[in-house]
């Protein structure tokens, strides 16, 4: 696995709403401990876990107004991590203060930048946008894995294991790489495997979710785009056979998005905060209950797997691996992540 991280960066520290006002919420990102809240005004402010005088958990303390307070010696410091209140003494030492974090809120999620500050444009921040699209109905949740985030990037670009580990789940929505030419391609901002396949018959998945009918012929897609560091995009979709995929007939056209944000916890745990869109069946919200359960479950089965990898490379991290040809975009995916963190080393 990777030993190091990919610093200069924008992550999903939190969902919007679990950083609230009245509370301190404390995250461990990057492996550098991070404390949650709001200003009386509402914005989200991250800063670092530990209070520059005996590295006390912050998150344990108070809020008073936009300050937070420790829970051990009582300094105050404000959103830009300055200590402003020493109640023990009138004077406060030079260079009492802790990092403050770059913030922005965007598609339902707080981001963090972990690297210089000054670097951190807001305009680099990954899109999600099925979560802000009225078009789509959609619902997520945050996973705690216990596995190195690159183990989840390399799951997500290999959907060859559906129909093995998700036999009884999400094995009927694949498109088997063996049956179709599946396209590749690749630069220092993405990585895509795009997979498409015409005139089928509508799979099970599909005829459950859309109500499409077993006689029908479908041309189906299923693309995913691996943004780095942490982004992960798949679009899966079907549409009857001779109209254009991108377009509408008699409602007839589907589509879902599983929506993935990978965020380094530790080297050997992760952040999965993780979501499932979809663009039909508005009047019935029963069907995206549905198609969420089943993606759900899907993960528990690929969070079971990675654990076992992980327990497996903490016991011997030097044990080569085997690859296949579906490892393609995995392998790539950890090579530029890899190119990502060198500049880092040396400076």
């Not at 039909?280 to 990675?306: C, G, M, T, W």
């Not at 995995?330 to 090579?335: F, L, N, Y």
Request: hydrophobic share 40%.
């Amino acid at each position: 696995m990777l030993a190091e991280f990919v610093k200069e960066a924008w992550y999903v520290a939190a969902w919007e709403h679990e950083v609230q006002r009245l509370s301190l919420y404390r995250r461990l990102v990057l492996g550098e401990p991070i404390v949650l809240y709001r200003t009386p005004e509402g914005r989200a402010v991250a800063l670092e876990d530990r209070c520059c005088h005996r590295h006390a958990p912050l998150s344990h303390g108070t809020l008073r107004g936009d300050r937070v307070v420790c829970a051990y010696h009582g300094l105050e410091f404000d959103p830009t991590g300055a200590c402003v209140r020493v109640p023990s003494q009138n004077r406060i030492p030079q260079g009492a203060r802790i990092r403050s974090y770059p913030v922005v809120e965007k598609d339902h999620f707080v981001w963090i930048w972990t690297g210089d500050p000054a670097d951190a444009d807001p305009a680099l921040v990954p899109d999600f946008l099925p979560l802000r699209d009225p078009a789509y109905r959609w619902r997520g949740e945050r996973l705690h894995v216990e596995g190195n985030y690159v183990l989840i990037i390399e799951n997500l670009m290999d959907l060859t294991h559906l129909p093995v580990l998700h036999a009884t789940t999400l094995a009927s929505s694949t498109i088997p790489d063996n049956e179709i030419p599946v396209c590749y391609s690749s630069n220092e901002r993405e990585i895509r495997v795009d997979r498409r396949i015409e005139g089928t018959a509508p799979p099970p998945y599909f005829r459950m979710l859309a109500g499409f009918e077993p006689n029908d012929r479908v041309d189906r897609w299923m693309n995913t785009r691996f943004e780095p560091p942490g982004s992960v995009f798949i679009d899966i979709g079907a549409a009857l056979s001779g109209t254009d995929a991108s377009g509408s007939v008699n409602g007839r056209r589907v589509g879902t998005w599983n929506l993935n944000a990978i965020t380094p916890e530790t080297l050997t745990t992760t952040h999965y905060f993780w979501a499932q869109a979809l663009d039909f069946a508005d009047e019935d919200a029963s069907i995206s209950e549905l198609d969420f359960q089943l993606v759900r479950s899907a993960f528990l089965e690929d969070l079971a797997i990675i654990k076992g990898q992980q327990e497996n490379l903490d016991l011997d991290p030097g044990v080569p691996r085997v690859n296949l040809a579906a490892d393609k975009a995995g392998v790539q995916a950890r090579r530029l992540l890899q190119s990502m963190i060198k500049p880092a080393n040396c400076q």
